[in-house]
């Protein structure tokens, strides 16, 4: 299967970080795209956006390489995502370049506007990637991707209804990793004093107790009749069958 996250900034892909992990290790293909090119990522270090933007883009790559993940950067400025005619052409496209059958992307509404408008646009996108009539230069998918939206937390209406268990191991591999975003590491220290890699795993934390395991990581399918025609593909509890 080819795994797909559509999200806003570099940093972004820690909300499936752990799930990722597990499928890859199932065997699964997983390719990272970025809306945003992150530039406006260092705001108490440098506020020169090229110097952020090399920075994040090189600490993504870094992640990438972990996962052995293609990553794609659609370049907007940071903190200014629209859903605009060449977003969602520029979408297309892509999930239809990297072949995406399993999309994860933001939910629909969302602390950051890049998060909310790149969730919207993706599930637009998505409805027309298998017909050839809209962006006929790019050869269509044969079936529209699955989508599920990650976690955003709480206070945005998610209620989520798939959980993915992290054993010990899985969730310490996902800090190891996360932790190659060191510029978002720093910045989330000096806004909240916690390292951002610890902040995620507090929360996955919190979703384990939930299903009375030590982490999760949870999601929520979209519903929209044609962008998700299965639902049966994550990997769940541990001592079941991975897909
Ligand atoms: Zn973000």
């Known amino acids: 299967m ?3 996250t559509v999200l806003a900034h570099q940093d972004d892909e820690m909300f499936c970080l752990g799930t990722l992990l597990r499928l890859r290790d199932a065997g699964h293909t997983i390719a990272l795209v ?22 994040r883009d090189s600490e993504i790559r870094a992640v990438a390489a972990e996962l052995g993940a293609e990553y794609r950067c ?4 940071d903190g200014m995502v629209w859903e605009d005619t060449e977003l969602r052409r520029e979408l ?23 998060h909310s408008v790149t969730g919207r646009a ?41 959980f993915v268990e992290l054993d010990d191991d899985t ?20 806004m909240s004093g916690r390292d951002y890699a610890d902040q995620q795993q507090d929360k996955d ?9 030590r982490y999760a990581e949870a999601f929520r399918p979209c519903l ?10 994550l990997p769940g509890r541990l001592d079941r069958v991975s897909p």
Not at 142 to 161: L, Q, S
Not at 205 to 213: A, D, I, N, Y
């Open 74 to 77: 659609l370049g907007r400025d």
């Open 171 to 190: 969730a310490a591999e996902k800090a190891r990793i996360g932790r190659l975003h060191a510029s978002q590491m720093g910045v989330m220290k000096q």
């Open 92 to 114: 297309i496209t892509v999930i239809r370049e990297l072949g995406a059958e399993l999309i994860f992307t933001h939910w629909i509404d969302d602390y950051n506007s890049d």
């Open 2 to 4: 080819k795994i797909v």
């Open 34 to 55: 970025c809306t945003s090119s992150g530039n406006k990522g260092l705001p108490f270090a440098d506020a020169d956006p090229s110097v952020a933007g090399a920075t």
């Open 122 to 162: 993706v599930v637009n996108a998505a409805l027309w990637a298998n017909l050839p009539s809209f962006e006929p230069a790019v050869p269509a998918l044969a079936d529209t991707p699955r989508i599920f939206h990650v976690n955003p937390g709480d206070g945005y209406g998610f209620e989520p209804t798939h």
């Open 205 to 213: 934390r919190l979703q384990g107790e939930r299903m009375m395991v």
């Open 224 to 233: 929209s009749e044609r962008r998700i025609p299965w639902q049966d593909v």
